[in-house]
Every structure is written in structure tokens, then in C-alpha cells.
T-cell receptor, first 112, second 115 residues
Framework: QQPVQSPQAVILREGEDAVINCSSS?????VHWYRQKHGEAPVFLMI?????EQKGHDKISASFNEKKQQSSLYLTASQLSYSGTYFC?????????????FGKGTKLSVIP | EAEVAQSPRYKITEKSQAVAFWCDPI?????LYWYRQILGQGPELLVQ????????DSQLPKDRFSAERLKGVDSTLKIQPAELGDSAMYLC?????????????FGAGSRLTVL
């Protein structure tokens, strides 16, 4: 079951904040976040395992609400380099095969 | 930094021809994935290998697609015959296959255009 991401696209000015959401109808084992720049491969950002767990990388952080089966990616004080498409990947509980199902992505554009 | 190698980067072919893509994962990564990404969409899993065994190929169109990973190292994805709808980016990824730490490293991808 493909996770649902929102919004589909967002345009920010440098320095502004954004939140990208990812939700699933299935119980989740983990949530992964990847960023893909135009014409390039997706690059791993972070993985969240436990309910309520929050992780951060520079000014990008994420949370995982296990009960709601939702994750949110927070981008603060956005930089031009943050532009790209962000994908969440969800790993189901009991899957056993360590398989990720990706959402359709959220296209983030940061402008000067 | 270790990388996943893929070739060719670009392939243009005519409908009904055969195409093949090659992937060499990061050394020591037991799990290998082939994803297809249509422009503007998220990656869609085609096939997953654990060592040389297929773990999941439920989304692989088996009438025309085949994949193998003979010695549990590099892998080949083949399409025969190619159809117009196969135009997409084919991404290979590998991981250690450890639950809770299953970070995927993607290759640069092979972009297929079917005319």
C-alpha cells in the first residue's frame, strides 16, 4: 500500500520553513525519507523507527507518530540546496523482507 | 564512498526490441532492488533479491521482464519486447537488509526511452 504524501508541491523563499507529511493505512515498522534532485538518484536523509522518534540532520528533522502511522519532515530556514523531490518510504510491520514502498513525492522548490 | 554502479545511463530503443540493464551493488550488501520510476512519480519496486534468491517479484511484468542475480553479486534486468509504456528510469538499489537499519543506496539509474 503506497503511503500518501502531502503537499504534492511547495514553493518557498530562502529562509522559510516547510512541513511534508507522509501517512499510511498500514501499521508501520519504520519510515525513511529520501531526497531526489532533478536527474539524479534518490539520496537517503534519515530513518525513523520508534513511535514519536525524532531525528535531525542540519536544519532538516523528522518525526514518526506510530499510533497515527504518520511521519512529518520539517525543513527550517530553507536553503536553495534543499530544492528537490522528497519521498517517504514505509516499511510494514511483519514484512520481514525489508521492503520499502515509496510515496509519490513532494516537489520542493526554494527560490531566492 | 561506495556506490551502486548501473549501466547504461541512457538507452533509446524501438518498440519490440530487447533491452538489458546491469547493476553492481555495494560490496557486502545482500539485498538488491530494482525499481522503476516514471517521470513525476515515486519509485515502484519491480523485484527484490536476497543474495541470489528472489524475495519479491510480484510487481514484475513477467511476460516481458526478467531479472537475475546469479552469484548474489551483480544483477541484470531484461525487457523483451520493450513497449512504449516501459519508458522510465530504472533504478537499482542495495542495502544490508537489516531490519531497522535498511538504508537503501541507489545507483544513478538507467533512463529508457522506447520509440
Amino acid at each position: 500500500q503506497q503511503p500518501v504524501q502531502s503537499p504534492q508541491a511547495v514553493i518557498l523563499r530562502e529562509g522559510e520553513d516547510a512541513v511534508i507529511n507522509c501517512s499510511s493505512s498500514k501499521a508501520l515498522y519504520s519510515v525513511h525519507w529520501y531526497r531526489q534532485k532533478h536527474g539524479e538518484a534518490p539520496v537517503f536523509l534519515m530513518i525513523l523507527l520508534k513511535g514519536g522518534e525524532q531525528k535531525g540532520h542540519d536544519k532538516i528533522s523528522a518525526s514518526f507518530n506510530e499510533k497515527k502511522q504518520q511521519s512529518s519532515l520539517y525543513l527550517t530556514a530553507s536553503q536553495l540546496s534543499y530544492s528537490g523531490t522528497y519521498f517517504c518510504g514505509t516499511e510494514k510491520i511483519g514484512a520481514g523482507s525489508y521492503q520499502l514502498t515509496f510515496g509519490k513525492g513532494t516537489k520542493l522548490s526554494v527560490i531566492p | 564512498e561506495a556506490e551502486v554502479a548501473q549501466s547504461p545511463r541512457y538507452k533509446i530503443t524501438e518498440k519490440s526490441q530487447a533491452v538489458a540493464f546491469w547493476c553492481d551493488p555495494i560490496s557486502g550488501h545482500a539485498t538488491l532492488y530494482w525499481y522503476r520510476q516514471i517521470l513525476g512519480q515515486g519509485p515502484e519496486l519491480l523485484v527484490q533479491f536476497q543474495d541470489e534468491s528472489v524475495v519479491d517479484d510480484s510487481q514484475l511484468p513477467k511476460d516481458r521482464f526478467s531479472a537475475e542475480r546469479l552469484k548474489g553479486v551483480d544483477s541484470t534486468l531484461k525487457i523483451q519486447p520493450a513497449e512504449l509504456g516501459d519508458s522510465a528510469m530504472y533504478l537499482c538499489a542495495s542495502s544490508r537488509g537489516v531490519a531497522g537499519a535498511n538504508v537503501l543506496t541507489f545507483g544513478a539509474g538507467s533512463r529508457l526511452t522506447v520509440l
